[in-house]
């Protein structure tokens, strides 16, 4: 591929012709020197240092026989451009998360979460128990190969300049919220605004928005959202355990020899319990330092609102899976598995989270 | 080492003699082939059958390089002598639960679960943040170098002949409830009875026991307990996330190239995860057919009661870690760590789980 179609491609952003690295899979005697591009900013905690540790850590198993360069997002292809990147072969490997590429495969966005949805341990029972293979399906067509490669665990309700009280409360707010946690804040009367991360803070310091979620307490402290909203609402009930993804090529996948492919999945895995490890363990710090340090005030949303919220968000699933056989699967596999741990989840972890306090 | 030295260091069951495996680690270039014990019965579902799947994914990703032939409790040596085995070099890997050991190493029973304690969730967080070193330092003067295997996710409260409304009623309670969990019952006035698997089903069907706990749903229906008393109480307060252990041989640990090492890390993590995803997701069916198909009858221990279990289990945590050194230094690591997410969990799991139903 030339230079030329490599940007025509990919979209890449303008780069020294140095900087770009030669687009093979193959380095010879056994050996694969792969790329990996991911959606995230350079050096984001546990997301991007995320995708470098497993980097090092496949080069360790497999004895330098897997070499990945990993590129943030916007080094070598936009953020936005990693599915593209991955399903044509540019690079092998990429890391994001599905619902991303909502427009282009409206499937995907049960991958990562859904309103009232799954918790991070739903999830990963889900994938562990058909719900990779479905995922598998979906992306077959792409020529990609997806693996769970992370969660954020139970994420925040988001940052407010005003209390919210009641659905009528969402009338005319303008929120940052993607996805299919966005939906649900439009069917209740909100205004739904898309901005680059960068844009975010300032933003919400300047009024042009009114709220906005990110992640949870240690990534939303970093964004320094408590300097320009004061109220800081829980549970995120838009996001109840989004799961990271990585893409891999089929085609690289299937050059690897098994042991390789094996090693892959595993270390991919790995990666998986590692993210969640760190948000668990990171936002129980930060979620200290933000109420003590920065007199962030809590608020949770009350218990009406969640119940309409999860009435809207029920209706706007329906909606979406309605929109292609695809979708309409998955969501029924979803909410089958949804239900069929849900009477234990009432049982065992819900007791737990009683008497923790 | 000779075959009588071998029985006599590990306690093993007379074998023909052609059944022992040679205890060889190497089997020259560059390839191993190693030996595991466990402390579970043979083809038991998840545990057993997780030990089996783990062997032979290493062996995929080793391209055979590093072979593991598991054998179950009693096979090679008798389940409660896999400690000895791994430590003494008799075999190279085991896996059981660190709280069979607390005889020997009173600390280990910190990492496997604590009345009240954290969840597998939490389990892993700590384990991933300061947690495994210190397990790794408590097994060191063992050889032994252990990494987190597997989670039964919250437990259940057990089974019991007559209902438990109040502290008073477990007052001459014959409860079979190993480790810590049976301290408490033992400070409640009940008296704790320890059986091997085979005899806990009869013991509680004739009355000589009037309650057991086991696990949760999915294992306890195997066990056929709803057949010999009525009452199945949640929560496993005693058990809130128990984790599973791999045990190596640190000398043997040491013997495998870098790539090795990591690479048994990194399947022993994957095995950690997939054991809760069969757990979650196996447990909630197992309680739909417990219900519909038993007429199980559920029964949550009440608030009251279970703060009173609090306190003694917190009196009975304080006394334990008294003991020695270990058991203090890491009870210590363990509240500590408990604690600084125990405010994240109320704002992000609590609330996940008041939704659910």
Chains 1, 2 share one sequence.
Request: net charge neutral.
């Amino acid at each position: 591929m030339s230079r030329r179609e490599f940007l025509k491609k990919t979209g890449a952003v303008a780069l020294g012709a140095t900087a770009l690295p030669a687009p093979k899979a193959w380095a010879g005697e056994g050996k694969f020197v792969w790329n990996m591009v991911t959606t995230w900013p350079p050096n984001l905690p546990v997301l991007q240092t995320g995708a470098q540790r497993f980097a090092e850590r496949v080069r360790e198993m497999s004895g330098g026989r897997l070499r990945i360069q990993v590129y943030a997002g916007g080094e070598l292809v936009p953020a936005m451009g990693v599915f593209d990147a991955v399903s044509g072969g540019t690079v092998q490997l990429g890391s994001g998360a599905s619902y991303y590429w909502a427009g282009k495969v409206p499937a995907a966005q049960w991958f990562t979460s859904v309103p009232f949805g799954l918790n991070a341990q739903g999830m990963n029972a889900w994938l562990g128990n058909g719900g990779l293979q479905l995922w598998e399906d979906i992306y077959d067509p792409f020529n990609l190969v997806p693996r769970p490669f992370g969660n954020t665990g139970m994420q925040m309700g988001g940052w407010f300049r005003s209390e919210i009280n009641a659905l009528a409360d969402f009338k005319g707010l303008k929120m940052r919220i993607p996805g299919l946690g966005g939906k649900v804040v439009a069917m209740a009367g909100g205004t739904v605004v898309l901005l680059p991360p960068s844009e975010i803070f300032p933003s919400l310091e300047r009024g042009v928005i009114d709220a906005t979620e990110w992640v949870g307490p240690m990534h939303d402290l970093r964004m320094g959202f408590y300097r320009a909203a004061p109220y800081y609402y829980y549970p995120g009930w838009h996001e109840p355990g989004s799961c990271l993804e990585l893409l891999i090529n089929k085609k690289a996948y299937l050059s690897l020899p098994k042991d390789l492919q094996v090693l892959l999945d595993t270390a991919a895995m790995e990666c998986n319990i590692w993210t969640l490890n760190e948000f668990e363990a990171g936002n129980g710090a930060a979620l200290v330092e933000l109420v003590e340090s920065h007199q962030v005030q809590l608020r949770r949303f009350p218990d009406v609102l969640l119940a309409r919220l999860k009435q809207l968000a029920a209706e706007s699933l329906a909606e979406e899976a309605a929109r292609d056989k695809a979708s309409q699967r998955v969501h029924a596999a979803f909410e089958k598995f949804r239900k069929k741990i849900a009477g234990w989840g009432t049982l065992s972890e819900k007791p737990y989270y009683d008497f923790i306090a």
